[in-house]
């Protein structure tokens, strides 16, 4: 099992950019398919850039593709979530989620497949 923190999040204008950061702990961290979530007020949480164990496979929300990329480093282990071009309606509190039993190579896109998340760092985009 492994410990997810988040950090990064902040106060941004529009088109500007931020960087989001995952520490994890845990010596298994490089056999879990890896995914940065958001949720805003009042709306059900979402999935934004997901990437798998070897981080070969990404994949990302429309809204964010070509905005946003996201990699992992295992050695470190940390995950990031660079977001470029930001938008108002990127406004969300991001959380970052593990998922065991990953498989090489596959890509989760629902919530409910991961089992461990940090506590969210809050994004907010002025327009």
């Known amino acids: 099992q492994v410990l997810l923190a988040e950090s990064g999040g902040g106060l941004v204008q529009a088109g500007g950019s931020l960087r989001l950061s995952c520490e994890a702990s845990?010596?298994?961290?490089?056999?879990?398919?890896m995914g940065w979530f958001r949720q805003a007020p009042g709306k059900e949480r979402e999935f934004v850039a997901l990437?798998?164990?070897?981080?070969?496979?990404?994949a990302y929300a429309d809204s964010v593709k070509g905005r946003f990329t996201i990699s992992r480093i295992n050695a470190k282990p940390m995950v990031y979530l660079q977001m470029n071009s930001l938008k108002p309606e990127d406004t969300a509190v991001y959380y970052c989620?593990?998922?065991?039993?990953?498989?090489?190579?596959?890509?989760?896109?629902?919530?409910?497949?991961?089992?461990?998340w940090g506590q969210g760092t809050q994004v907010t985009v002025a327009s």
């Open positions: 989620a593990a998922r065991s039993q990953s498989r090489s190579g596959t890509i989760y896109y629902s919530a409910d497949e991961y089992d461990m």
């Open positions: 845990g010596r298994t961290f490089g056999w879990y398919a």
């Open positions: 990437v798998s164990i070897g981080g070969g496979s990404t």
